[in-house]
């Protein structure tokens, strides 16, 4: 699941509309609350990024979820990661300092 909200939130960061799906197969049917927990997983994730157009519906064995890209919410999104990037960078030079000294 990591894997695949990863490449959502790329898809949604260019700007791309998004559409999450999951599908039951079979018995699953029985046990559409495990697959809204997911998709509320998947949701959570990916709202950093994006807001949700359509919200969570089934469509016979589909459970589906159309999610926009949010400009205000992407910027923030970038700017934490160059922070996190130059945050990391420092704690990289301090270790070599101290190894140095």
């Known amino acids: 699941m ?3 909200c990863r490449h959502l939130t790329e898809f949604l960061v260019q700007g ?6 999951i599908i039951f197969i079979g018995r699953m049917m029985v046990h559409q609350d495990i697959g809204r927990k997911l998709m509320d997983e ?3 994730k990916l709202t950093v990024v994006g807001k949700i157009e359509q919200p969570p519906k089934m469509e016979g064995r589909y459970l589906t979820v ?3 890209p949010d400009k205000k919410k992407i910027d923030d999104y970038k700017k934490s990661l160059e922070k996190a990037k130059t ?3 420092k704690s990289e ?3 070599t300092d101290t190894v140095n000294a």
Request: charged share 35%; hydrophobic share 50%; proline share 0%.
């Open 42 to 44: 998947i949701l959570e």
């Open 16 to 21: 791309h509309k998004v559409k999450a799906t």
């Open 87 to 89: 945050d990391t960078v």
């Open 93 to 95: 030079t301090a270790k």
């Open 66 to 68: 159309m999610l926009i």
């Open 2 to 4: 990591e894997f695949k």
